[in-house]
């Protein structure tokens, strides 16, 4: 079981805990104000957006060029992007620090 | 060949110049149809402009002749767009509720069983045009037997036989629309009109204008569109029955399967902008006050970005299409657009053993360089139980 915590635009702290699946379902599964998956994690809607706390960066990974590409357009993009959607709980470090970015 | 394909008319002049034009009403636009200018294009609101002085004009084709009423948060820009976006969201994020779910569900549900027992159905008539009326009394929140109204009105609003815009037809929904916004007035309840009556942006109570205009949108905007992606989704299913297998087998793809149905079947072609200022797309010179258009039906099937574009690959996985359109007007429908879709294919793998076209006449759309088909204008299929 890994711990992720996701901080909202309000500073809302939100600790997660989960084996499996996308954070962006972890995030939708605990209601984390912002993120809303409206395509379901196919990275097509970009409601996913978050910014990797910058100590995890590297254990996280940057996106894959499809993933990139939406993130280009994206408001409040930072050198920490991500979209949840592409990211599994299997493949990201226990005690994960996210930003919601809106 | 299969009657569910559509084919892609854009690749060439995709790959070639990378946009295409056409004369609409004598206001030509330039089709932007590659993947990232499109999204380069839909996300620059400053340059390309959804607010401008002539109402309708970012429509294609323009509603500029039928049309004086702004529809709204459409056709308004940063930053009062955001004001009005705010104000709306909530209420269009409301299919995301279980008691919503559950009675889109029951009206899905009826028509599906109807279409079993009759075994036979003209779909977009019959299935589709009263299943998206039905829907949208869950959308505005009023009594469901509204819906009989406008599916009496059939499936063109705005278009007759020989006219892709008639005035006249459009004036019986806007008619229509004022008189609910009075009835609204002198009757407040819990629907979409005395929701909106009832707001304040920045301090001022929405005018019956604005009102309207949000109505407008909500109305002409999940028409066709809605129509189109349940009658293509039913075609595709009646000509691939494994893949109705397929789902029954693994609904853990039934996400994918409907991000990848809107890709292929783009139920909206294009949306217009108005050029703000002297520019370039495509290496290709654009003039301020003229009109372009993201083709949103090309930039899908764009190689550069999706394999094998013109399959459906029904458990794709990634797949950044811009069937909704993208960026700041991305479709504030979209919420109960995939509601309906998830409950119908849900509903079809449930009950549904196989289906199969008897007749069909496509629906072509006429963009002058191109000819792209969006679907079908009418469509018999056979129904059979699981």
Redo the contacts between chains.
């Keep these: 079981m890994k711990t992720i915590t996701f901080i909202t635009s309000d500073n809302d702290i939100i600790e997660t805990q989960a084996n499996f699946g996308s954070l962006m379902e972890l995030a939708v599964k605990n209601k984390v104000k912002g993120i ?1 998956g ?8 970009a409601t996913c957006h978050v910014h990797v706390n910058q100590e995890f960066w590297n254990a996280v990974g940057g996106p ?1 060029e ?2 990139s ?2 993130l280009e ?1 994206d408001d409040n993009v930072s050198d920490y992007s991500r979209l949840s959607c ?1 990211l599994k709980v299997s493949q990201v470090p226990d005690g994960l620090i996210l930003k919601v970015a809106k | 060949m299969k009657k569910s394909k559509i084919d892609d008319p854009f690749k060439e002049a995709r790959e070639t110049k990378g946009f295409g034009t056409m004369n609409d009403q004598n206001d030509p636009v330039t089709m932007i149809l590659g993947h ?1 200018d499109v ?2 294009c ?2 620059n609101w400053k340059t390309f402009q959804s607010g401008g002085d002539e109402i309708g004009r970012i429509v294609v084709p323009s509603e500029v002749h039928i049309r004086d009423t702004r529809q709204i948060p459409f056709e308004v820009d940063p930053p009062q767009h955001k004001s009005y976006r705010d104000l709306v969201e909530p209420w269009f ?1 409301r299919p995301l509720e279980e008691a919503y779910q559950e009675k889109l569900t029951d009206i899905i549900n009826i028509i599906v069983d109807e279409a079993l027992t009759k075994g036979s159905m003209e779909v977009v008539s019959e299935f589709a045009l009263k299943l998206q009326s039905r829907a949208l009394t869950l959308l505005l929140n009023i009594p469901f037997e509204e819906s009989e109204l406008w599916i009496s009105w059939g499936t063109h609003v705005f278009r007759s036989e020989d006219t892709a815009l008639d005035g006249d037809k459009a004036n019986v929904l806007y008619d229509y629309i004022d008189a609910q916004i009075d009835k609204a007035i002198a009757n407040p309840g819990d629907d979409l009109y005395s929701k909106l009556l009832a707001s304040e942006i920045d301090g001022k109570t929405l005018t019956k204008e604005e009102v309207k205009g949000v109505l407008i949108l909500t109305f002409a905007g999940g028409r066709d569109t809605v129509i189109n992606a349940i009658t293509n989704t039913i075609a595709y299913f009646a000509d691939n029955p494994q893949a109705l297998q397929q789902l029954r087998d693994q609904p853990e793809h039934l ?2 399967a ?2 990848e149905l809107l ?1 292929y079947y783009s139920p909206l072609t294009q949306m217009g902008r108005v050029v703000a200022e002297d520019t370039q797309v495509c290496e290709h010179a654009v003039k301020a006050q003229s009109r372009i258009s993201m083709c949103w039906a090309s930039a899908n099937r764009d190689e550069r ?1 999706f394999e094998n574009p013109n399959e459906v690959v029904l458990d ?9 359109g ?2 700041t007007h ?1 479709c504030l429908g ?2 109960h657009a ?1 509601q309906i879709l998830r409950i119908l294919l849900n509903t079809l793998t449930q009950k549904v053993g196989c289906m199969q076209i008897t007749a069909a006449k496509e629906n072509i759309e006429d963009l002058d360089e191109f000819n792209r088909k969006v679907g079908f204008d009418s469509l018999q299929v056979a129904f059979h139980k699981l």
Excluded: W, Y
């Excluded at chain 1, 409206?38 to 809607?45: K, T």
């Excluded at chain 2, 794709?316 to 069937?323: E, Q, W, Y």
């Design positions: 809303d409206d395509c379901g994690g196919v990275c097509s809607c894959s499809l993933e590409d939406m357009f592409q | 990232k999204r380069k839909a996300h994020k996400n994918s409907i991000e890709r970005v794709r996985k990634v797949n950044p299409h811009v069937a909704f993208f960026g991305n979209a919420t995939r």
